[in-house]
């Protein structure tokens, strides 16, 4: 006999349901539906189009998920799903999950196949080029990816925000900086600090329209580039490069850190973030899981351990390089030059 139970098995091989449970509410906009106050399961059904066979499993399993609250036969959001996921309010970080549901939720379903052949399974499967330029040839698409990457790295800035020693700096350049998540969090904390966005041209609207919706545009300004084919990178006493680097194989990731180290001034830094793995590879799940993604997503990319970051940056010159733990999910690695 045995305590065994296949319990915990068969809680994670259903855990797609949920997922995509919540994944259909933000692309229904149940909780922006809600952010005006609580509504009954018809006028919601009404609201959101939802047929009548299925809104009342679909509500209370939100309700049972934690998602949504009820009282009486009224369904409202709950606080952290009021504050991040109606999509009228500033710190509304659905992007991210919008992106997950329209591209991810579908490619992953190929896990198998890019297990097998190494191979991306997402846009690239049908078109060349990079992942970017298959994101960045549909607006909605470019929109979509660069709100969910703000969603994806607020948590972790606001953490950056706190924990380094901005004080010692007057500026820095995000590199790859999408709509402009971090340097918004960053410029917001600290007053002292000018800041600029470096990216693909593509999103340059984006970026300064993001920049703008919070006071910021004297401050945080765009830069369009290319950081292969540039010959330098912008210079500034921070460079931040947030999941830049697991987008890219070993070598490209080698490069990037040789440009970063060539654009700083002596006692100058380099924050690379993203879902740092434990050195041992056994603990962060985010971070393993976010490597697979990149196998879906990119020819050649993969996350990697503190230790493969901060050896990294001594190879290409930094004198000293640091990880430290932002969020549950990320850490950063600090070099100094
Ligand atoms: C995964 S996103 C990370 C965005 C942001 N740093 C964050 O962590 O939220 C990668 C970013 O790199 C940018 N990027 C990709 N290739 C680039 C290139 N060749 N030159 C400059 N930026 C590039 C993309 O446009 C995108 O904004």
Redesign the pocket.
């Known amino acids: 006999m045995t305590d065994l139970t296949p319990d915990r098995i068969m809680e994670l091989g259903t855990s797609f349901w949920r997922a995509k449970t919540l994944l259909s509410a933000v692309e229904l906009g149940v909780f922006s539906a809600l952010a005006g106050g609580p509504l009954d399961a018809a006028a919601l059904s009404q609201r959101l189009g939802l047929h009548s066979r299925s809104a009342r499993d679909f509500l209370d399993a939100l309700v049972a998920m934690g998602m949504l609250d009820r009282q009486g036969d009224r369904y409202r959001n709950v606080p952290d799903t009021d504050l991040f996921l109606d999509r009228a309010k500033p710190t509304y970080m659905g992007g991210i999950l919008e992106m997950m549901n329209a591209r991810l939720y579908g490619f992953w379903g190929s896990l198998t196949e890019a297990l097998r052949t190494g191979e991306p399974q997402n846009e690239l499967k049908t078109g060349g080029g990079n992942l970017?330029e298959a994101l960045y040839s549909d607006p909605t698409l470019l929109r979509v990816f660069?709100q969910g990457?703000?969603g994806?790295?607020l948590g972790p800035a606001r953490v950056m925000a706190r924990k380094f020693p901005w004080k010692r700096y007057r500026t820095f350049a995000?590199i790859?900086?999408?709509q402009g998540?971090?340097p918004v969090q960053i410029a917001l904390a600290h007053p002292h600090l000018t800041g600029v966005g470096?990216?693909?041209p593509a999103?340059q609207p984006i970026f300064e329209e993001y920049v703008a919706s919070f006071g910021l545009a004297d401050r945080l300004r765009f830069q369009a580039?290319?950081?292969?084919r540039d010959e330098s990178l912008p210079t500034a006493d921070v460079l931040v490069m947030?999941?830049?680097l697991h987008?890219w194989n070993a070598e490209e990731k080698r490069r990037l850190l040789g440009k970063a180290y060539a654009a700083l001034p002596t006692g100058g830094a380099l924050i690379v973030y993203e879902g740092i793995i434990d050195d041992e590879r056994r603990r962060n799940v985010f971070g393993l899981m976010m490597s697979l993604n990149m196998l879906i997503e990119t020819p050649g990319g993969f996350d990697y351990t503190g230790a493969d970051g901060a050896g990294w940056m001594r190879e290409v010159g930094f004198r000293e390089a640091t990880v430290e733990p932002l969020t549950e999910t990320h850490g950063m690695v600090v070099g100094t030059k």
Do not use: R, W
């Not at 580039?225 to 292969?228: E, T």
């Open positions: 970017f660069l990457m703000t994806v790295s995000d790859g900086a999408a998540g971090l470096f990216d693909l999103v580039g290319d950081f292969f947030g999941h830049i987008d």
